[in-house]
């Protein structure tokens, strides 16, 4: 059974998988334009490039390509360019996350609040890297903030982590360890 193709732009995949969609665009059709898709973040530039279908863009962001790609955020604008007229209108614009490709080696997957938290930690127990005695902790270095400080901050990124835990079990459908209160009014 043939997988699905999807009829909108990806809002995430895995860096060096293959990417299909394609674009019915009534007042764009492909045999009078080109569906052209630009993805940007600060490391990375890649272009999707439709072809035509009857009147159908399809596009397809091979495996070859995703495969080069750094894990992260892009944003993405999309556009038709017309193939006599060499009018543009952009038909599209959004993000997409590209994920790690776990088949390519090792990938640090923790999210930014868990890197700080385990830094501040690192801090705490005086067993610092040199890249964890740099870090900013709320426009304030690590390394020049008390004890105090330091453990307010752990804190504060511990309860962060744990509410991204619980989201996390939550969309999995695991639910959540949290107490849910009820009041009942007479």
């Known amino acids: 059974m043939a997988a699905t193709i999807p009829t909108i732009e990806p809002t995430q995949f895995t860096a060096g998988d293959t990417v299909k969609w394609t674009k ?81 080696g090792a990938a640090d997957v923790r999210s930014h609040v868990k890197k700080v938290l ?16 740099s870090m900013s902790v709320a426009g304030r270095s690590i390394t020049k903030m008390t004890l105090d400080e330091l453990i307010v901050a752990r804190d504060r990124y511990r309860a962060e982590y744990q509410r991204e835990l619980r989201a996390e079990r939550i969309s999995a459908g695991l639910g959540h360890s949290g107490k849910v209160r009820i009041r009942f009014k007479n």
């Open 24 to 104: 019915a665009l009534a007042d764009y059709p492909a045999s009078s334009y080109t569906y052209t898709c630009v993805y940007v973040n600060s490391s990375a530039t890649f272009t999707a490039t439709g072809t035509a279908d009857g009147d159908t863009h399809s596009i397809t962001i091979t495996a070859a390509t995703s495969a080069t790609l750094t894990a992260g955020t892009y944003n993405w604008q999309a556009y038709v360019t017309g193939t006599s007229s060499g009018e543009r209108y952009q038909v599209g614009a959004g993000t997409c996350t590209v994920k790690p490709n776990f088949a390519a």
């Open 118 to 133: 385990d830094a501040i930690e690192s801090v705490i127990a005086g067993r610092a890297s040199e890249d964890a005695s």
